[in-house]
């Protein structure tokens, strides 16, 4: 069975500055990896995803990540802060194989500071 | 719609009462599942419909919760004798099963509060 482990329930930077948001995870077969976000009071969104092609994945608004399969971590980064990032941030996998359940991470919430 | 739409957005029940919570899926997508997010936590499943398949139901927490499709399409979740602890934001994800496209589209919630 997979799992999913953010190892920050909080994060926080000075805008302008360099975000770092840490996934890892386990799974049996070869997993999709999704990063999405969480802003108060709406709905999630899509940041980006991982599915078994390049392992650097960029996505919406700057962000990116990079599935390390022998770290089996997938860490979300961001080369610099601004204040609109400021929200949740969920980390989920999904076997591909047979599964049809997306595990989700218990969250980061990420802070920027003016 | 062009996304998930939930109803209503937010519902206030009194202990005991049953509630019901509907989602409208976008048009076509063949997977449709429901979430819980207490507050401050991450998000817990409850069930997935897949096209006319039995739906994986692993995730309700009590018998008190059910849920149905129609049609393929709108699914209702029902929580009968509501209790405080049933109190969350319920989501609702679809997304299309064929060619590997396995993004979740969630709509916006619906914030269950039993006084």
């Known amino acids: 069975a997979q799992s999913v482990t953010q190892l920050d329930s909080h994060v926080s930077v000075s805008e302008g500055t360099p975000v770092l948001l840490r996934c890892n995870y386990s799974?049996?077969?070869?997993?999709?990896l999704f990063w999405y976000v969480q802003h108060p009071n709406k709905g999630l969104q899509l940041l980006l995803k991982y599915t078994s092609a390049a392992t650097l994945v960029k996505g919406i608004n700057g962000f990116e990540a990079e599935f390390k399969k022998s770290e089996t971590s997938f860490h979300l980064t961001k080369p610099s802060a601004h204040m609109s990032d400021a929200a949740e941030y969920f980390c989920v996998v999904k076997e591909d194989n047979y599964g049809q359940n997306f595990v989700f991470g218990p969250g980061t919430r990420l802070s920027v500071l003016p | 719609g062009a996304g998930v739409s939930q109803s209503p957005s937010n519902k206030v029940t009194e202990k005991g009462k049953d509630v019901e919570l509907r989602c409208d899926p976008i048009?076509?997508?063949?997977?449709l599942y429901w979430y819980r997010q207490s507050l401050g936590q991450g998000l817990e499943f409850l069930i997935y419909?897949?096209?006319?398949?039995?739906?994986?139901k692993s995730g309700l927490p009590s018998d008190r919760f059910s849920a149905e499709r129609t049609g393929g399409s709108v699914s209702t979740l029902t929580i009968q004798r509501t209790q405080q602890e049933d109190s969350a934001v319920y989501l609702c994800?679809?997304?299309?099963?064929?060619?590997?496209?396995?993004?979740?589209?969630f709509g916006p919630g619906t914030r269950l509060t039993v006084l």
């Open positions: 994800a679809s997304r299309w099963t064929s060619g590997g496209a396995y993004e979740q589209f």
């Open positions: 799974s049996s077969y070869s997993p999709s």
């Open positions: 419909f897949q096209g006319n398949s039995a739906p994986d």
């Open positions: 048009s076509g997508h063949t997977a």
